[in-house]
């Protein structure tokens, strides 16, 4: 089950807040500005429910894809943001898909 903590790093908003039957409280809906883009988290329910069928749902998705789309904008900041530059404090792991420039390095096969 789905309950706080969750560990996400900080929203810069929360649009919803799912109780569940325990009284537990989730996060269930966040969003993140990055940069010039925008990500939306959206947690509605278990998807062996029919809950994505729901009119209201769809429409939630709906002005979620419209919000996150390009705003027309280059983005300010480089797409690789180094470890040590990032807003949320985390850890490296395993290889990197960008060189020390920034710049994706071609897949190995």
Not at 7 to 33: H, K, R, Y
Not at 44 to 55: A, D, S
Request: aromatic fraction near 12%; charge should be neutral.
């Amino acid at each position: 089950m789905y309950s706080e903590p969750f560990d996400i790093p900080n929203p810069d908003a929360v649009v919803f807040i799912s109780w569940l039957e325990g009284g537990e409280m989730f996060q269930s809906d966040c969003t993140w500005t990055r940069g010039s883009g925008r990500k939306f988290y959206f947690s509605p329910g278990h998807e062996i429910h029919p809950i994505y069928h729901r009119p209201p749902i769809q429409q939630i998705i709906i002005n979620a894809v419209q919000w996150a789309r390009p705003q027309g904008r280059s983005a300010s900041v480089p797409r690789h943001e180094p470890v040590a530059e990032a807003r949320e404090n985390f850890t490296a792991q395993g290889p990197s898909v960008h060189d020390a420039g920034g710049r994706m390095v071609a897949a190995k096969s």
